[in-house]
């Protein structure tokens, strides 16, 4: 599975460096190509020799040691990554990479890289649970990192309890399971929308609501990730959109319903994160509306209903619709998923702590014709993300194989 993925390994310096010692052999025997960063600290620990020898590539201590001419290490290294591990990470050092610091080789080399991260942390049980590498981590996971959470056991300090870095095998089935997710989605057409629209009174007013996007743009991003071909349309949002995608911006519903329309036939799942307007002003007036009086009295009429639209017009996609409610929730969620034809609805209570708008957690549920499907807790909307589009990849093959008669 690891075949020729390029890897690259941080170790950091604990006590636990010894284990990273297996972890590179086990992910070279499982056939990635695997290159070692080493912090000083760790190189206290364990001899870079012994990674070298296991990795069959010079280990990098040294930001400045530059032994390739024509290229600069730390951002090649970057470059080249599938995906970047580091096991174990010290409190330090996810203190770096939260907070944007390259002081040393590997902190420098993760602030240039763009693949994926996973993080083991190994420390003594009261720096885990400090509130400052709390909100590291927090950090750290709201940007999409991943990780291995520590086990319980026997600590090098003495202590019996959270904080002793993950068994080399359970890091590696952890990056065998990532890469595997990239395979979920390969070769389908996923389209996404997300953000809110815009439904203009005049040149500078307009009626919108509080949707951020980030939802949308991590169902995108989980659905690329997953090795998906993904469309992702975009009304108002206060986020950076992920990469890799198409993004097609709009502002109104209508706009919006242009562009999802005309592509809806070409691909196998839509997924309707956008808060799209259910009204907008009968008249939209080309000049600065003035103040007239001590009231203002506008006429508004519907919008088209979008999810209804596609739901009317489906032809064996798999359609995702969400429900924002403040109360009965799976009564509304239900309803929808009947009234607009949808094969999942994801439904959440907006009013709840952790689930509202802007925010970067969710706390969701995903229904389907059948009811409740999954329950999810408060999790970073990148983790929602990806539950979503497993459970969608899992909904679609059920679909083709019920076609095939299988």
């Known amino acids: 599975m690891l075949k020729g993925k390029s890897i690259v390994l941080g170790i950091t310096g604990g ?6 010692a297996a972890l590179c052999s086990k992910l070279v025997q499982a056939g990635a190509d695997v290159k070692v960063i080493m912090t000083e600290s760790a ?36 470059d080249q990554a599938d995906l970047i591990v580091i096991a174990p990470a010290t409190a330090n050092t996810i203190g770096k990479i939260a907070n944007g610091l390259a002081d040393d080789m590997l902190s420098t080399t993760m602030l240039a890289a763009t693949c994926p991260v996973l993080i083991a942390p190994a420390m003594n049980v009261h720096m885990y649970e400090h509130p400052a590498v709390v909100r590291n981590l927090e950090l750290l996971a709201e940007r999409g990192a991943m990780f291995v959470e520590p086990g319980t056991g026997q600590l090098a300090c003495g202590y019996v309890a959270k904080g002793r870095l993950a068994e080399p095998e359970d890091i590696v089935l952890a990056v065998e399971a990532f890469f595997a997710q990239g395979d979920l989605l390969a070769g389908k057409k996923v389209l996404v929308t997300a953000g809110g629209t815009i439904e203009r009174l005049d040149p500078v007013r307009y009626l919108t609501n509080d949707s951020s996007g980030k939802m949308g743009f991590a169902i995108a991003e989980a659905a690329r990730a997953m090795g998906a071909q993904v469309t992702l349309i975009a009304g108002r949002t206060a986020a950076q959109p992920p990469a890799g995608v198409e993004l097609v911006r709009v502002e109104s519903a209508e706009q919006m319903l242009e562009a999802v329309t005309s592509r809806f036939d070409a691909v196998d799942i839509v997924v309707k994160a956008a808060a799209v307007a259910d009204y907008r002003p009968v008249k939209q007036h080309d000049k600065k509306l003035k103040k007239n009086g001590e009231s203002l009295t506008l006429e508004l009429e519907r919008t088209t209903d979008i999810l209804q639209t596609l739901g009317q017009r489906k032809k064996g996609q798999l359609l995702i619709g969400f429900a924002a409610e403040t109360e009965q929730v799976e009564h509304y969620a239900m309803d929808k998923l009947k009234r607009k034809n949808c094969d999942l609805v994801v ?9 509202g708008f802007n925010g970067d957690t969710n706390i969701v549920q995903l229904f389907g014709p059948e009811g409740l499907i999954e329950s999810l807790p408060m999790l970073s909307k990148r ?23 299988e």
């Not at 020799?49 to 280990?59: A, F, I």
């Open 43 to 78: 190189a206290k620990f364990i001899a870079p020799l012994t990674l070298q020898t296991l990795s069959r590539h010079p280990v990098y201590i040294d930001t400045f040691e530059e032994r390739d001419p024509s290229v600069v290490a730390h951002i090649n290294l970057a």
């Open 347 to 355: 439904a959440n209570d907006v009013s709840a702590e952790g689930a």
């Open 15 to 20: 006590i636990a460096a010894y284990k990273g």
């Open 383 to 405: 983790e929602v993300g990806r539950r979503i589009m497993e459970i969608a990849s899992d909904r679609l093959k059920s679909a083709c194989a019920r076609g095939r008669g």
